[in-house]
């Protein structure tokens, strides 16, 4: 019994820096997301985006990012460009610092002649965990989630395989009422799963007066985990000498409302650079 659709599991991405023997070294997650573009006939067009997080595309000079062929097949790795011929940004990052989504635009036609096997989160309403959907079903604390990405860079050897790790929210009420645009999960998520994408789990089950969900939804991407400090303090002179920085087990999430405003703005041209 498969809880998470395949196409999930294939639509994200493990990203990276070049190692000097030609290689990649997969530091972080991206997922692949589907948004509208335009208008056909009164229908709408999509163009596909890679989206990860702010940080991490800032700060390096390059990044390689591997896709998969079908099974049977090598992957492959791409260059993704950080800004054009002319310096200028190419991805796009949202214009609140404190948002930490970047995305950029891919040619599907592209990579389908590669032989890209191109699956992707749809956004659309029955795959995406929007704030009034979240209100509609009445998401909760201690509803589960599942965590897609590359931890320590545990990307595969020839093509990506995403590990997948359970968690529940943790604390979403604040997202829900307006005064947050964080979303807490109760997952251990370490360095390489930013960037990941979060999947509601479905759940047929429910108490009394509250709604059951059987669809996984895209809930948003993980941003880093919640550190706290331990502090070592020295016998003699009872003063603080080493400070610990350690994974409390929380991860904070940024909602897909908020990936989707940064989508909106590269639809519409407008690169912002923070």
Request: hydrophobic share 40%.
């Amino acid at each position: 019994m498969a809880l998470l659709p395949p196409d999930f599991l294939d639509a994200v991405v493990a990203l990276g820096t070049p190692k000097p023997d030609g290689t990649t070294k997969f530091t972080a997650t991206g997922f692949l997301c589907s948004y509208p573009v335009g208008e056909t006939d009164g229908k709408p067009d999509y163009g596909l985006f890679l989206v990860t997080n702010r940080h991490v595309i800032e700060g390096v000079n390059s990044l390689k990012a591997r896709l998969n062929r079908p099974i049977g097949s090598e992957s492959k790795v791409y260059g993704i460009p950080l800004t054009a011929s002319d310096g200028k940004p190419i991805w796009t990052v949202h214009p609140d610092n404190n948002c930490d989504v970047a995305v950029v635009g891919l040619s599907y036609s592209i990579l389908q002649s590669d032989g890209i096997d191109v699956n992707f989160f749809h956004s659309t309403p029955n795959q995406i965990l929007s704030l009034e959907k979240a209100k509609e079903i009445q998401v909760s604390e201690g509803d589960g989630v599942f965590v897609l990405g590359f931890p320590l860079g545990e990307a595969g050897e020839e093509r990506n395989y995403v590990i997948v790790r359970q968690g529940i929210i943790a604390r979403i009420r604040d997202w829900l009422g307006g005064q947050s645009r964080i979303i807490l999960v109760d997952a251990s998520v370490f360095p390489g799963n930013s960037g990941g994408p979060v999947v509601l789990k479905p759940e047929l089950a429910s108490i009394q007066g509250t709604k059951s969900n059987n669809s996984a939804l895209l809930v948003g991407m993980v941003s880093s985990y919640l550190p706290y400090e331990d502090i070592a303090i020295s016998s003699q002179t009872g003063r603080p000498r080493i400070v610990f920085q350690e994974n409390s087990g929380l991860a904070r999430v940024v909602p897909f409302d908020v990936i989707q405003e940064t989508l909106a703005l590269a639809v519409r041209g407008k690169v912002a650079t923070g």
